[in-house]
């Protein structure tokens, strides 16, 4: 009979682990988006700092939303901070190519270009070929004012669907422009332009 009760309470342990980590998981996630949805980031850093927190989510995943919440109150001091803390961790694979993308994508919209060249000389060491491809030819069109990849994007802009069209119209525009075919850039702008109204009236 003790033996039994034994190796039922055992499995009520292993089993009851993994389940009582979902249902905190799941409770601390609606907070965590209740934080960001109302923008209460004071609130956000409490629900971080909670034990059962830390008990229930990675350091990654702690620091990731740290990063989120910076990144949404436009706190840059803060954002170069959490992208350095998590470039301080030991990545998988996906959570590097995470960083790297984000990184490259944030630097690159506010024109930082000393830590946009730190995740573009990263992403040379990421596995996935597409990613690494994307980033070049936001890099080569963006900061080195090229238009290395014109006729690649040509190609794609041939065989793209509708939602797809305004995103390479606008690179068109941009890579005619800095090979000074201020013609072919006007017309690719006046395409992405129109395309971005139609999306704004749905």
Same mark, same amino acid.
């Given at each position: 009979?003790?033996?039994?009760?034994?190796?039922?309470?055992?499995?009520?342990?292993?089993?009851?682990?993994?389940?009582?980590?979902?249902?905190?998981?799941?409770?601390?996630? +609606?907070?965590?988006?209740?934080?960001?949805?109302?923008?209460?980031?004071?609130?956000?850093?409490?629900?971080?700092?909670?034990?059962?927190?830390?008990?229930?989510?990675?350091?990654?995943?702690?620091?990731?939303?740290?990063? %989120?919440?910076?990144?949404?109150?436009?706190?840059?001091?803060?954002?170069?901070?959490?992208?350095?803390?998590?470039?301080?961790?030991?990545?998988?694979?996906?959570?590097?190519?995470?960083?790297?993308?984000?990184?490259?994508?944030?630097?690159?919209?506010?024109?930082?270009?000393?830590?946009?060249?730190?995740?573009?000389?990263?992403?040379?060491?990421?596995? +996935?070929?597409?990613?690494?491809?994307?980033?070049?030819?936001?890099? %080569?069109?963006?900061?080195?004012?090229?238009?290395?990849?014109?006729?690649?994007?040509?190609?794609?802009?041939?065989?793209?669907?509708?939602?797809?069209?305004?995103?390479?119209?606008?690179?068109?525009?941009?890579?005619?422009?800095?090979?000074?075919?201020?013609?072919?850039?006007?017309?690719?702008?006046?395409?992405?332009?129109?395309?971005?109204?139609?999306?704004?009236?749905?």
């Amino acid at each position: 009979m003790k033996t039994e009760i034994l190796v039922a309470f055992m499995i009520l342990l292993i089993v009851g682990q993994p389940v009582a980590q979902f249902l905190l998981k799941k409770r601390y996630q +609606n907070k965590i988006y209740a934080c960001f949805k109302h923008r209460d980031y004071e609130g956000l850093e409490n629900i971080l700092n909670n034990k059962m927190v830390k008990f229930t989510f990675t350091p990654f995943n702690i620091e990731y939303c740290r990063l %989120n919440g910076a990144i949404m109150r436009d706190d840059r001091k803060a954002v170069n901070k959490q992208f350095d803390a998590l470039l301080d961790m030991k990545l998988n694979e996906h959570q590097k190519q995470d960083v790297c993308l984000n990184g490259f994508n944030y630097y690159l919209s506010v024109n930082d270009q000393k830590r946009t060249d730190k995740f573009y000389k990263l992403s040379k060491s990421l596995k +996935n070929e597409e990613i690494k491809k994307n980033i070049d030819i936001s890099y %080569n069109i963006l900061f080195e004012k090229g238009y290395t990849y014109l006729d690649d994007i040509l190609q794609l802009y041939e065989n793209c669907t509708e939602e797809e069209k305004y995103i390479n119209e606008y690179l068109l525009s941009i890579m005619y422009k800095n090979k000074g075919d201020h013609e072919r850039s006007k017309h690719f702008e006046e395409l992405a332009k129109a395309h971005e109204r139609e999306f704004a009236e749905k």
